[in-house]
């Protein structure tokens, strides 16, 4: 028996204006209609994923110390 799966993830690099990585950014996706949040840190090159993530609409923001917030629909 097989069952499906309905979840998605979402992988990506964070990088400041420049292009240069941002290793320890947090990466947060929120579902727009839900509120949950979901978070990961990126590694040493700027990497980051986010695993078993519903349907939904979402917000993707990052942060990092020393840099201004941004925002993806």
């Known amino acids: 028996?097989?069952?499906q799966v309905y979840t998605g993830s979402l992988t990506?690099?964070?990088t400041d204006i420049?292009?240069?990585v941002l290793p320890d950014a947090k990466a947060v996706l929120?579902?727009?209609q839900k509120g949950f949040?979901?978070?990961a840190t990126s590694d040493n090159e700027g990497r980051f994923v986010?695993?078993?993530l519903p349907p939904g609409t979402y917000r993707l923001r990052w942060l990092q110390r020393g840099c201004r917030i941004s925002h993806r629909v």
Request: no cysteine; charged share 15%; aromatic share 12%.
């Open 18 to 20: 420049s292009g240069a």
């Open 12 to 14: 990506g690099n964070i």
């Open 30 to 32: 929120t579902d727009e």
């Open 1 to 3: 028996m097989f069952g």
């Open 37 to 39: 949040t979901y978070s």
């Open 50 to 52: 986010l695993r078993n």
